[in-house]
């Protein structure tokens, strides 16, 4: 066993391990699955936002990778899925590179395993929440040149850092660190002040203990200092669905929204 795996705890749900079980994907527990099927049950638009983002994310990948970028750190991860931001971006840029970060343990032990054999990635353990500690990694610096502009992807984990934590000081850290024609990413839960929004709110709260939903301008004030892209900050079916590469249906705009997919939002930025 090795040690990331042996700090994995099955008996209590993780964020990582839940949005797996969401996805579809098979790295869960019985703990998960509970809560799982307790946000299917209570909150019937989880699927459709897990999917939604994921799409939001894959689309977004590419529209970097089609700009010339050819290196990402990947924060908040999550699980190795169906269509890993590496392989997103290596479809595009064959010799991109990409850091993989994420607090969950089971995401190194996967994520290594299935990456070992990979010179082009990197997983490490660390927390969103200290930015330094990923830039001075010797993982990153072995892997990204700082020097030349980057991707920094936030996909929905800033909504999991609570308000005295700096979400906002978390996205400034990385603009000082890449230089000018650098892209962040960022989709994060979206208040509706309407009761799917509070009920989420209160589910998340007391699974994880943690989970904001923002509004429209807590959202925009995490892009600060940079140029939002087109078509802005938007519900995450909408973000550049031409350019979708899911089959039609869950998480592509050709269907009419639902509220629960208004409740995520992404939104492409570049450094001037
Ligand atoms: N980024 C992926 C995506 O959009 O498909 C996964 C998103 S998943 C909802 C959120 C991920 O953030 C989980 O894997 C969780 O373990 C991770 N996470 C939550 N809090 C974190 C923290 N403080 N530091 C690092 N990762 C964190």
């Given at each position: 066993m090795t040690e990331a795996?042996?700090?994995?705890?099955?008996?209590?749900?993780?964020?990582?391990?839940?949005?797996?079980?969401?996805?579809?994907?098979?790295?869960?527990?019985?703990?998960?699955?509970?809560v799982g099927d307790k946000f299917k049950n209570d909150l019937p638009g989880s699927v459709a936002i897990a999917h939604a983002n994921r799409q939001n994310l894959?689309?977004?990948?590419?529209?970097?990778?089609?700009?010339?970028?050819?290196?990402?750190?990947?924060?908040?991860?999550?699980?190795?899925t169906a269509d890993n931001v590496h392989q997103v971006a290596q479809r595009?840029?064959?010799?991109?590179?990409?850091?993989?970060i994420d607090s969950d343990p089971i995401v190194l032990a996967h994520g290594r395993a299935l990456l070992a054999d990979n010179p082009s990635t990197r997983v490490i353990q660390a927390d969103v929440r200290d930015p330094r500690s990923i830039r001075e990694h010797t993982e990153t610096t072995s892997l990204i040149d700082f020097e030349r502009p980057v991707a920094v992807i936030h996909s929905a984990v800033l909504h999991h850092i609570n308000d005295d934590e700096g979400p906002g000081s978390i996205v400034r850290y990385w603009q000082e660190q890449v230089p000018p024609g650098s892209y962040f990413f960022v989709s994060h839960f979206r208040s509706g002040d309407n009761p799917e929004t509070r009920?989420?709110?209160?589910?998340?709260?007391?699974?994880?203990?943690?989970?904001?939903?923002?509004?429209?301008?807590?959202?925009?004030?995490?892009?600060?200092?940079?140029?939002?892209?087109?078509?802005?900050?938007?519900?995450?079916?909408?973000w550049r669905p031409g350019t979708a590469v899911a089959p039609a249906g869950?998480?592509?705009?050709?269907h009419e929204l639902t509220v629960w997919e208004r409740l995520i939002v992404g939104g492409l930025a570049r450094k001037p």
């Open positions: 795996s042996s700090q994995v705890d099955q008996s209590k749900p993780s964020i990582a391990r839940v949005y797996d079980y969401l996805l579809g994907g098979k790295d869960n527990y019985e703990a998960d699955r509970v894959i689309r977004a990948v590419r529209e970097i990778a089609l700009a010339g970028i050819d290196q990402f750190i990947d924060i908040g991860s999550g699980l190795p595009h840029v064959p010799d991109a590179r990409v850091v993989y009920e989420a709110e209160a589910v998340l709260q007391s699974t994880f203990g943690r989970g904001r939903w923002r509004t429209d301008e807590e959202i925009q004030a995490l892009f600060d200092g940079l140029e939002i892209l087109e078509p802005g900050i938007v519900p995450s079916p909408l869950v998480g592509s705009a050709e």
